[in-house]
T-cell receptor, first 115, second 112 residues
Framework: EAQVTQNPRYLITVTGKKLTVTCSQN?????MSWYRQDPGLGLRQIYY???????DKGDVPEGYKVSRKEKRNFPLILESPSPNQTSLYFC??????????????FGPGTRLTVL | DAKTTQPPSMDCAEGRAANLPCNHS???????VYWYRQIHSQGPQYIIH???NNETNEMASLIITEDRKSSTLILPHATLRDTAVYYC?????????????FGQGTELSVKP
């Protein structure tokens, strides 16, 4: 089954404790992206990757890192989490990231709470 | 990418067609209209997209006006499982970062 998976699905942590949220897709997609969703603010893009070893900042990259060492995986790293990073996080992937030729598939989400 | 305007909420009776409108009066010629939905904090789900012509797939139909300034998503026989927030998104072919700009969407409630 074609899908985007995220782990963990739920995480409660404390300020400053480094964490990684994994994202994996099995569709051989070149494009992957991370969003966060907050009440009243909608979904906002954090980082994206057009292909392996190619990553770039989205609208809200501060406090986050990503890497794209292989096509299927795009982990989101919070080196020193803070309470304002408490949010619902979604990973997405698509064939090329271009409108009209492909659609973005989203993972199930990771609900992160930073105390 | 052009901005979209949608009603904040709508109700629909189960089994009836749900017609969700979207206004995108500033859309430009190379921008596509996409529809996604999000069921209670799950990952957004792609529904349909189009450029100029009307489109239909197994989930829904998309009607785009001739001037492309508005569109309507039609769920032909709404079920309780279609209760969700529906997002209309306009997206340029090479928009920076490939991102989808989700507005506030329309919260559709399908009632028995």
């Amino acid at each position: 089954e074609a899908q985007v998976t995220q782990n963990p699905r739920y995480l409660i942590t404390v300020t400053g404790k480094k964490l990684t949220v994994t994202c994996s897709q099995n569709m051989n997609h070149e494009y992957m992206s991370w969003y966060r969703q907050d009440p009243g603010l909608g979904l906002r893009q954090i980082y994206y990757s057009m292909n392996v070893e190619v990553t770039d900042k989205g609208d809200v990259p501060e406090g986050y890192k990503v890497s794209r060492k292989e096509k299927r995986n795009f982990p989101l790293i919070l080196e020193s989490p803070s309470p304002n990073q408490t949010s619902l996080y979604f990973c997405a992937s698509s064939l090329q990231g271009l409108a009209g030729t492909d659609t973005q598939y989203f993972g199930p989400g990771t609900r992160l709470t930073v105390l | 990418d052009a901005k979209t305007t949608q009603p904040p909420s709508m109700d629909c009776a189960e089994g009836r067609a749900a017609n969700l409108p979207c206004n995108h009066s500033t859309i430009s010629g190379n921008e596509y209209v996409y529809w996604y939905r999000q069921i209670h904090s799950q990952g957004p789900q792609y529904i349909i997209h189009g450029l100029k012509n009307n489109e239909t797939n197994e989930m829904a139909s998309l009607i785009i006006t001739e001037d492309r300034k508005s569109s309507t998503l039609i769920l032909p026989h709404a079920t309780l499982r279609d209760t969700a927030v529906y997002y209309c998104i306009v997206r340029g072919y090479y928009n920076q970062g490939g991102k989808l700009i989700f507005g506030q969407g329309t919260e559709l409630s399908v009632k028995p």
